[in-house]
């Protein structure tokens, strides 16, 4: 099975600063992986994703992420964080269930990011 | 297009009672799944269907129920509600069999007293 590692629960960064939020996966195989963002009392919106085409994958609202196979990580980050990034993100790999020909989601435990003015 | 609703966004329970949680979702996908979200656990899939009349578990089945009758609509039922069912539900739909992603509802805040 697969397992998503998120580092660090909280992040804070200053308004204009750089985000990084750190995901590493356990897989043998290139994975299909994604990014989602939870907004206060809200679902889930899908950031971006990489399903094995550039390995440099942009999103909305400014933010990208580098799948780096040799480290098993893919990191999100945002040149210039801003106050309405506030929010809770999950990092996600997707594992082929072969019995049931779907694919599923395994979740991180999420990074709570805060942007201070 | 809606996209994927959840009914009710709030509820609460007293220990023992049962309810259904409702999903429908009104862009033809297939794959469907209910998925709980509790605080430092990120989310958990309770159970999903890839059809019509195909369900199956997730990780943490124990205590619901899934049918799926038509491709629009996927319902969780809690048959005797328990405290540790205290959680937020989100369902979400899928085209690609999952592989692009899951689109997901807005979420039911469930509380079981």
């Known amino acids: 099975a697969q397992s998503v590692t998120q580092l660090g629960s909280h992040v804070s960064v200053s308004e204009g600063a750089l985000v990084l939020l750190r995901c590493n996966y356990s897989s043998s195989v290139p994975p299909y992986l994604f990014w989602y963002v939870q907004y206060p009392n809200q679902g889930l919106q899908l950031l971006l994703k990489y399903t094995s085409a550039a390995t440099l994958v942009k999103g909305i609202n400014g933010f990208e992420a580098e799948f780096k196979k040799s480290e098993t990580s893919f990191h999100l980050t945002k040149p210039s964080a801003h106050m309405s990034d506030a929010a809770e993100y999950f990092c996600a790999v997707s594992d082929l269930d072969s019995g049931a020909g779907s694919y599923q989601l395994t979740f991180g435990k999420g990074t709570k990011l805060s942007v201070i003015p | ?113």
């Open chain 2, 1 to 113: 297009n809606a996209g994927v609703t959840q009914t009710p966004k709030f509820q609460v329970l007293k220990t023992g009672q049962s309810m259904t949680l409702q999903c429908a979702q009104d862009m033809n996908h297939e794959y469907m799944s209910w998925y709980r979200q509790d605080p430092g656990m990120g989310l958990r899939l309770i159970h999903y269907s890839v059809g019509a009349g195909i369900t199956d578990q997730g990780e943490v089945p124990n205590g619901y129920n899934v049918s799926r009758s038509t491709t629009e609509d996927f319902p969780l039922r809690l048959l005797s509600a328990a405290p540790s069912q205290t959680s937020v539900y989100f369902c979400a739909s899928s085209y690609s069999r999952g592989r692009d992603g899951y689109t997901f509802g807005s979420g039911t805040r469930l509380t079981v007293v």
